[in-house]
């Protein structure tokens, strides 16, 4: 089993935030630098996070802190100029829609009639191309070597934009927390999405909450390879973990079900720091 020693957590809610949440920016930084953490993702559904992620660096200078954009109605959806902005202030990612994604609003809500579910966002149009919005946004990732995130998209959305974004000339894409039940990938899937180009994102939010078997993630991490993915949290929510407690566990469950150090290793490590290389 491997220590917390330089691992990353590249996908956290802290306060200031809409939600309410477990810790601020600074309490965050100070809890996972003092268990050995290399580096943080800050993550908010409703505003950019590079400008605290800058604010946080420099006060916490051993520690790697990255921010971005997520394209939820706050920030005008698909807005290529919120994705500018960003990009200026040195955001590393960019989050398709996630709490506002409207296959996400339908998963939660079933009965949910056209008229509302036309209120959340998509980045189809009704024949099922991508709308033009989402080229704008990926050429401006493109331009300021962004990693695009398929946030809570369906899967079938999440595929077409990493299709896309490697024909815009991203780098970098991911395929968020690709075993949440509400944007579930097969591992079919996630294979494609590897094919495409992609590193697949794991949480530790959905074995931690039992929407997903340990079994299950295992499964999935060897059918993409240990190369082609890595985990995160997902926290910040008051009941949950510190970050830094939720990826101890998370190795350890994993080790219990057969995963190697070095896998470990790829997936905490290795793979978070490969991810960040302009």
């Not at 409703?46 to 790697?64: D, I, M, N, V």
Request: glycine share 8%; net charge negative; proline share 4%.
């Amino acid at each position: 089993m491997i220590n917390l020693t330089g691992c990353y957590d590249l996908h956290v809610h802290a306060a200031p935030d809409v939600s309410k949440r477990k810790f601020t920016d600074i309490q965050l930084a100070e809890h996972m630098l003092k268990a050995g953490f290399a580096g943080i993702g800050l993550k908010c559904h409703f505003a950019e996070t590079a400008a605290r992620a800058a604010l946080l660096e420099e006060q916490f200078p051993q520690l790697k802190v990255v921010g971005g954009v997520t394209l939820n109605r706050s920030l005008g959806g698909l807005n290529p100029y919120a994705v500018e902005t960003c990009g200026k202030m040195g955001g590393r990612f960019v989050w398709m829609p996630t709490l506002e994604a409207r296959a996400y609003k339908r998963f939660h809500n079933p009965k949910m009639s056209e008229a509302e579910a036309k209120q959340f966002l998509t980045v189809f149009d009704e024949q099922k191309k991508l709308l033009p919005q989402l080229h704008e946004v990926l050429e401006v990732a493109a331009q300021y070597k962004m990693i695009v995130c398929t946030g809570h998209l369906s899967a079938e959305e999440g595929l077409a934009v990493i299709k896309a974004a490697k024909e815009h000339g991203v780098a970098k894409c991911v395929a968020t927390h690709a075993d949440n039940p509400a944007d579930f990938y097969t591992k079919e899937q996630q294979v494609e999405c590897v094919r495409l180009g992609a590193v697949v994102e794991h949480c530790y939010f959905t074995v931690f909450k039992n929407r997903t078997t340990p079994e299950d993630m295992v499964n999935q991490l060897r059918a993409v390879g240990f190369d082609n993915t890595f985990i995160s949290t997902d926290f910040g929510q008051p009941d949950n973990l510190y970050p830094d407690e939720g990826i101890g566990e998370f190795l350890q469950v994993l080790n219990q079900h057969g995963v190697k150090d070095e896998d470990l290793e790829k997936l905490a490590k290795i793979n978070p720091i490969k991810l960040l290389d302009a």
